[in-house]
């Protein structure tokens, strides 16, 4: 039953003007493709040039420098430290916003009551404004009087305030707390849409079976949700790694680098120094790796044979 | 016995967990609910942390409303989000059936292209786009049309791939049924299968909204006049080289989240009432 | 099928139209007659005020509807969050859209002049120099001809900066603030100690340790090279011996937590709210900020004083600038009217409104003698310190574009150094070396361009 929800029909009645049939799929999908690649085409394809070219904005000099851009970056001595805080932020947000997502719609699968109203409440962090979130944070978190720490204080779990934002690894941990605050309704609502599609007699009948809830967790619910969390993981890592704001908001990736990652590196030292060639050259590294990236991930949960 | 056990240990465990989410959610926001009661001097005051207002004061939306033009903001967002959704939840039926129900060459790679796109740099490419619409002279004109093209490709390839998989959900048979009756493919589409599928319609309409509602950059380049901002983009002017202001942030932020909250409560019940009610009777 | 896809661009045509109506209303008021019917009576400008606020706006918009009434232009006032001003404009340059009037920071021109992005003014100003104060013409025009060839300003107003101090807390620590109105960086750092007690949250020194990080010290420093940044071959002096010293005591307040641990981490907004919300005792900022701190404190709970003397020459190191000087973009096809806007609301009435309401000091020399500005005024100290003889304005980065030094590299040095990742000798070493580079490329690159000099009022 679940293997046939995979099922791809083909059509098959070639009778029924079947060259027709054949244009219908691109059809469908020309507006959303041409607007795309209108808007992207170009963009993507001049990032791949003046990653090859010395190209500051306004200055007459441009031209191909080679690598130039690529060592620059290589060249930078805290170069190792901001991709290991790229990584660390990135898995440390996407596995937090799942697990959390997961447990929560997990917990909002069987209706309860009041769960409406709970629901509406609980997904409100993912309709916050990214950098309101972050201000937010950035001050609750202050290290002289922010709201953290005297609770902390209150509660008797801290004895000397923490000076979150200026102490290496704790900014960090500041900023993935904050984006996971914000990111685990999403996969709530994603996961438990899923879950609700999964047909009640499934369920019946593997009971009857003799089959016991972590069975029946693994046999049915999981193998159900699979691809929506597949393709919602994938996204979510894109997003998370691409997005700055949080970063930019509460400690523009200090104190000393110790919470920068590459896109907010990109965005703070290349963009804004206007130099296109440097920002072009690590959004070409950024791209690259999120394909290599997608291409092993979709290959290792077996998710492309749908695709 | 042991499974009655069981059972409540589950049912106490659950309840632990929607309290702890409940917690978890809440706090920050009761934060910024109560800082936006506060005068300037007791929020920005160093030496007391207080958990609920000493003075009470609806200074700060009505500061808010005099002086920073919010009922503008909330218009403009409003409008934006609600034609981006409109826009992005049309194009993503089409573009998610033709991706689940057809098998066709470029699938992958087409799939692919909207990952990637995903990818680019967002500066990059609001850079020509802005540029082709400043050529047309529409910048000073229609600041939010170019805003909305904006939002609407930017929203859409998700929205796209969301779409496509909550049709996966629905079983073929059930459209093939309908056909065998003599409906048209488009037919059978609009009469069985978009009813069925309202609940995944809601979600990514939801989606495209609040992509739209949350935008920050593109909001800053493309509006210019205060008149013509969006409520992301008036929040930030509230940060000014010295100071923040506080009180009229976290209000606005508050209120930001009502049209949003209005939304959730009204359509959650589609989202998570199942995608597929009556439908699996395969 | 076919019906389908009609039914999706009839949406979508709707969705346009609708969007196109909205946005078309909108402006009904003021923009449609700009577009529609460009008359002979009417002409129309766009300003970009690139630090919105409050205040600003109804400054701004109030002058316009008298400029529209005296003059006939019609000027629409628009705006962008300041942190992304730089950014906005980067867009709008590069798509030939540049609003006509631009407030410009002192520290975009060096890019904005190498691009072009805006024009040069001598021919406007020829003959009207004479009208504007000292510390325009023999600072801020003379420091532009030097670095980039032209005029390419019109201040707004001056800013200089100065000691915020919390009298209540002198007081109590028996610091008597008369005998410091004469005052050098070692009494400074005196105070500041004198005035941190940790235990009951008051810190002495509000550290900016984040964008901008590196400003504020390298005056200090300058105290020791007469000003100067380089020498004339453009190598950089700041990490002389005495430099160094001055570095290891300048950062030696954070270290030895005379300021907030977590102020490594702050930039321009934590340091005013710490100063207003009673977290610090001092606060070195420009005459901008009197107006936040009138707002959230008491008159009797600070003062200002002016920035120390360097305790090797006696002299005040300390920035001018105009910073958000009024400048003719690229793209102005009416650069008549946009002059005509400029020169008006420099107009002494105009000017000195303005300088009130947003905290700076007047730039015309007719403005008069406002008790604001006198002795017993709020700005006195900075007024005073404009018309020290001993005061002297020292040179900044260059006339290169450094933003993306100024958004990292300078400050994290620093960082570096108080996390004790490095030492103090190579903090700075790499701060200078990175600015010598940059330095020394311009003057190959450049023909004829010389390191720029301190300027005085004299």
Known sequence: MVQNRKK?????????????????PYALLMPVLVLLLVVFAVPLINSFIMAFQKYRLGSPDIGFNGLDNFRKLFADDDLGLILKNTVIYVICSVAGQFVLGLTLALALWKKFKGRGIYQSVVFLPWAFSAFVVGLMFRWSFNGEYGVVNDLLMKLGVIKENIAWLGTPGYSLFVIILAMIWIGVPFFAIMILAALQSIPEDIYEAASIDGAGAVKKFFRITVPYIK????????????????????????????????????????????????????????????????????????????????? | MGNKGKRRAVAALRV??????????????????????????????????????????????????????????????????????????????????????????????????????????????IIPLYTAYAKMGLIADAPHLGLWIFYVITNLPFCVITMRSFFERIPYSLEEAAMVDGCSRMKSLRKIVLPVMFPGIV???????????????????????????????????????????????????????????????????????GLTAGSVKE | MREGMK????????????????????????????????????????????????????????????????????????????????NKIMVMATSNSMPDIVTTQDNWLGQFTASEWILPLDEYLEGKEGQFADTVTKIVWANQKEMYGHIYTVPDGMMVKGIYIRKDWCEKAGIDLESLKDWDYDQYFEVIEKLTNADEKQYGMTYRGTRGAFDVMMVYLQGFTGGRTYDEEGNCLLNSDECLDAFEKFTGMYKEGYAPEESINWGFVEMVDNFCGGLTGTLNNDSEVVVSVQNSMEDDQWTVLPIPKSTKDGKIYNTVNAPYSYTISKDCENQEAAWKVIEYLSQPENNIEYCKQVGMIPVMKEVGDDPLYGEDGVYAAFVEQLNNPDMVVPTGYGPFDSTDLQQGPLYQEIQKYLLDEQDAKTALDNICGMLEERMKTYLDENEGAVVDTPKTMQ
């Open chain 1, 227 to 307: 691809p929506t969390i597949i393709m919602t993981l994938l996204l979510r890592t894109i997003w998370i790694l691409n997005s700055f704001d949080l970063i930019v908001v509460i400690t523009n990736g200090g104190p000393a680098n110790y919470s920068m990652t590459l896109p907010a590196y990109m965005y703070t030292r290349a963009f804004s120094g206007y130099d296109f060639g440097f920002a072009s050259a690590i959004g070409v590294i950024l791209m690259t790796a999120l394909m290599v990236y997608t291409l092993i991930f979709l290959k290792v949960t077996n998710y492309e044979e749908g695709m």
């Open chain 2, 203 to 273: 979600a990514v309409f939801v989606f495209a909204f609040i992509g739209a509602w949350n935008e920050l950059i593109a909001g800053i380049i493309f509006t210019s006049e205060p008149s013509a901002w969006t409520i992301p983009v008036g929040l930030k002017s509230l940060i000014g080289k010295n100071n923040v202001k506080w009180g009229a942030m976290m209000a606005g932020g508050m209120l930001a989240l009502l049209p949003t909250a209005i939304m959730f409560m009204v359509v959650q019940k589609y989202v998570v009432e």
């Open chain 3, 7 to 86: 039914r999706a661009a009839a949406w979508v045509m709707a969705g346009v139209l609708a969007a196109g109506l909205l946005t078309g209303c909108q402006k009904e008021g003021g923009e449609n007659s700009s577009a529609g019917e460009k008359s002979q009576e009417t002409v129309s400008l766009r300003f970009l005020d690139t630090s919105p606020s409050d205040v600003r706006q109804a400054y701004f918009e109030d002058v316009f509807a008298r400029i529209e009434e005296d003059l006939g232009i019609e000027i629409t006032y628009e705006s962008t969050p300041l942190e992304d001003a730089a």
């Open chain 1, 8 to 24: 791809e029909p083909i059509i098959v009645k070639r009778n029924q003007n079947y060259r027709k049939r054949m244009m219908e």
């Open chain 2, 16 to 125: 632990i967990i929607l309290a702890f989410f409940l917690l978890f959610v809440i706090l920050p926001i009761y934060w910024m609910a109560i800082t936006s009661f506060k005068p300037h001097a007791e929020i920005i005051n160093t030496q007391q942390v207080t958990y609920f207002p000493k003075t009470f004061t609806l200074e700060n939306y009505k500061e808010l409303f005099e002086i920073f033009n919010y009922g503008d903001f909330l218009k403009n967002s409003i409008i934006l989000s609600v034609l981006t959704a409109v826009a992005v939840t049309i194009l993503s039926v089409f573009g998610g059936y033709a991706l689940a129900r057809y098998r066709f060459r470029g699938k992958t790679a087409m799939l692919l292209f909207f990952l990637v796109t995903q990818m680019v740099p967002g500066i990059l490419v």
